[in-house]
């Protein structure tokens, strides 16, 4: 499974950016979910869906202001990023996995993409 992010960039806080994983394969059984990591710090959960999109998780930073979303029958997920705070600048990986664990371990989800970079200046 090949995961390819797209859609980060520089955008003033309060502003809104959306990112987009487009994986090569689709398997139902699998967890999509966004990472970040900020320089100097480990690497966080952000947010969780299922393949089918039916059920979603957010990582309390996040919650009410990303939106995770999966489109194109489950073959792209997408992480909507509202009302952005300078702390949630991070390079932000999607990853997919089987889950066997609690969401924010990530040592469980097997395929990763290169990540993307989002700066939110104050």
């Known amino acids: 499974v090949q995961l390819v992010e797209s859609g980060g960039g520089l955008v003033q806080a309060g502003g809104s950016l959306r990112l987009s994983c487009a994986a090569s394969?689709?398997?139902?059984?699998?967890?999509m979910v966004w990472f970040r990591q900020a320089p100097g710090k480990e690497r966080e959960f952000v947010a969780a869906?299922?393949?089918?999109?039916?059920?979603?998780y957010y990582a309390d930073s996040v919650k009410g202001r990303f939106t995770i979303s999966t489109v194109n029958a489950g073959n792209t997920v997408s992480l909507q990023m509202n009302s952005l705070k300078p702390e949630d600048t991070a390079v932000y990986y999607c990853?997919?996995?089987?889950?066997?664990?609690?969401?924010?371990?990530?040592?469980?989800?097997?395929?990763w993409g290169q990540g993307t970079q989002v700066t939110v200046s104050s």
């Open positions: 990853a997919a996995g089987t889950l066997t664990a609690s969401y924010e371990r990530h040592e469980q989800y097997s395929y």
């Open positions: 869906i299922s393949w089918a999109g039916s059920f979603t």
């Open positions: 394969v689709t398997y139902r059984r699998y967890t």
